[in-house]
């Protein structure tokens, strides 16, 4: 417990009391009795911070996103007196963390992800003032919330690169499985129309897993401080490959996928290259002879590889927007 600024120019205007108490006439007697209410002022906000209990927060868990992409978070406070509620951010993460609030009540404030990678809202800082603004408190919540943020996602031209590139048998089907709703992302060329019409909800044809002619493998790896380069390319890959109806496999220095495909497969994939650092992606043989994409990221910039010839990930690379932000459901 400790005074606040307003607290010690109360302390000023007591000791200028005492101090005009010895010098005497009208003008000291007047001081004294406005200290008298400054002092019992004091003793009341000691005695109600000291007895208010720990406060409690309850904060909401934002959804997983992209870098550039804000975030609202609420933090809800029980307790007492009138508390400024501050959240500790991790590196990847921006945004003025603080608001002031009468317990129990919510703070509200906006966080920008900045970084790829596990950021962390929390622990929390609560300073307890009393009503007057006289003495507070300080209390730490353990209170930590965990956000994740993909990596950067660019858009590329998957049906030139894919389908010039592997041959047009990626374009074979497999078997009819089931139709479905339709989801942000699905191919209009899946669309059932005649069902569509018929019910008059959006409705895609659902295939059973794809056959090994309409797979890729994506091989991933990076020198130190050259992950998140890699990581960028890597995912913006995978997701144009998804999109033509690719299955994707994908090995990274943090780990393999195995082959799949569809929205749940992608987030996976957005997860771990969310998570990976530098080095040779996972596995027994040398990459370079098992992979169908190979993208390398060093100081000289991000090389991908297909069919053994290398190029800038800025010529494969349509427009630097992010082709899942406006896409719901993703995280």
Same mark, same amino acid.
Do not use: C
């Given at each position: 417990?400790?005074?606040?600024?307003?607290?010690?120019?109360?302390?000023?205007?007591?000791?200028?009391?005492?101090?005009?108490?010895?010098?005497?006439?009208?003008?000291?007697?007047?001081?004294?009795?406005?200290?008298?209410?400054?002092?019992?002022?004091?003793?009341?906000?000691?005695?109600?911070?000291?007895?208010?209990?720990?406060?409690?927060?309850?904060?909401?868990?934002?959804?997983?996103?992209?870098?550039?992409?804000?975030?609202?978070?609420?933090?809800?406070?029980?307790?007492?007196?009138?508390?400024?509620?501050?959240?500790?951010?991790?590196?990847?993460? !921006?945004?003025?963390?603080?608001?002031?609030?009468?317990?129990?009540?919510?703070?509200?404030?906006?966080?920008?992800?900045?970084?790829?990678?596990?950021?962390?809202?929390?622990?929390?800082?609560?300073?307890?003032?009393?009503?007057?603004?006289?003495?507070?408190?300080?209390?730490?919540?353990?209170?930590?919330?965990?956000?994740?943020? +993909?990596?950067?996602?660019?858009?590329?031209?998957?049906?030139?690169?894919?389908?010039?590139?592997?041959?047009?048998?990626?374009?074979?089907?497999?078997?009819?499985?089931?139709?479905?709703? +339709?989801?942000?992302? @699905?191919?209009?060329?899946?669309?059932?129309?005649?069902?569509?019409?018929?019910?008059?909800?959006?409705?895609?044809?659902?295939?059973?897993?794809?056959?090994?002619? @309409?797979?890729?493998?994506?091989?991933?790896?990076? !020198?130190?401080?050259?992950?998140?380069?890699?990581?960028?390319?890597?995912?913006?890959?995978?997701?144009?490959?998804?999109?033509?109806?690719?299955?994707?496999?994908?090995?990274?220095?943090?780990?393999?996928?195995?082959?799949?495909?569809?929205?749940?497969?992608?987030?996976?994939?957005?997860?771990?290259?969310?998570?990976?650092?530098?080095?040779?992606?996972?596995?027994?043989?040398? +990459?370079?002879?098992?992979?169908?994409?190979?993208?390398?990221?060093?100081?000289?910039?991000?090389?991908?590889?297909?069919?053994?010839?290398?190029?800038?990930?800025? @010529?494969?690379?349509?427009?630097?927007?992010?082709?899942?932000?406006?896409?719901?459901?993703?995280?």
């Amino acid at each position: 417990m400790r005074l606040t600024r307003r607290g010690y120019g109360a302390v000023g205007v007591i000791l200028v009391a005492i101090a005009m108490a010895f010098v005497g006439g009208s003008q000291g007697r007047a001081l004294n009795a406005l200290a008298a209410p400054v002092v019992v002022a004091l003793l009341a906000g000691a005695v109600q911070v000291y007895r208010v209990r720990a406060p409690t927060v309850d904060r909401s868990e934002p959804r997983r996103g992209f870098p550039g992409e804000r975030r609202t978070v609420t933090v809800h406070v029980e307790g007492g007196g009138v508390a400024t509620v501050t959240d500790a951010l991790s590196a990847g993460l !921006d945004g003025d963390a603080t608001g002031t609030v009468d317990p129990p009540g919510t703070i509200e404030y906006d966080v920008r992800l900045r970084e790829r990678g596990d950021q962390t809202i929390g622990p929390t800082t609560i300073r307890v003032r009393d009503a007057l603004g006289l003495v507070e408190r300080t209390h730490h919540v353990e209170a930590r919330t965990d956000l994740l943020v +993909y990596p950067a996602v660019t858009r590329v031209d998957g049906e030139q690169l894919f389908r010039r590139t592997m041959g047009p048998e990626i374009d074979e089907r497999s078997e009819f499985d089931r139709l479905r709703e +339709y989801v942000p992302g @699905d191919r209009l060329r899946d669309v059932h129309w005649k069902s569509t019409a018929k019910l008059n909800e959006l409705l895609v044809t659902e295939f059973t897993d794809p056959a090994d002619d @309409d797979a890729v493998s994506i091989a991933a790896g990076a !020198d130190p401080d050259h992950d998140g380069e890699m990581a960028r390319a890597a995912a913006s890959l995978v997701v144009a490959a998804l999109r033509v109806g690719l299955a994707v496999q994908l090995r990274v220095p943090a780990g393999t996928l195995p082959r799949g495909y569809g929205q749940n497969h992608r987030r996976n994939a957005l997860e771990l290259l969310a998570r990976t650092g530098a080095g040779q992606p996972e596995q027994t043989e040398p +990459y370079a002879e098992n992979a169908d994409v190979r993208v390398w990221a060093d100081a000289d910039g991000v090389t991908v590889t297909i069919d053994d010839e290398p190029r800038w990930i800025e @010529d494969l690379t349509v427009t630097p927007d992010n082709p899942l932000t406006a896409e719901e459901g993703l995280a």
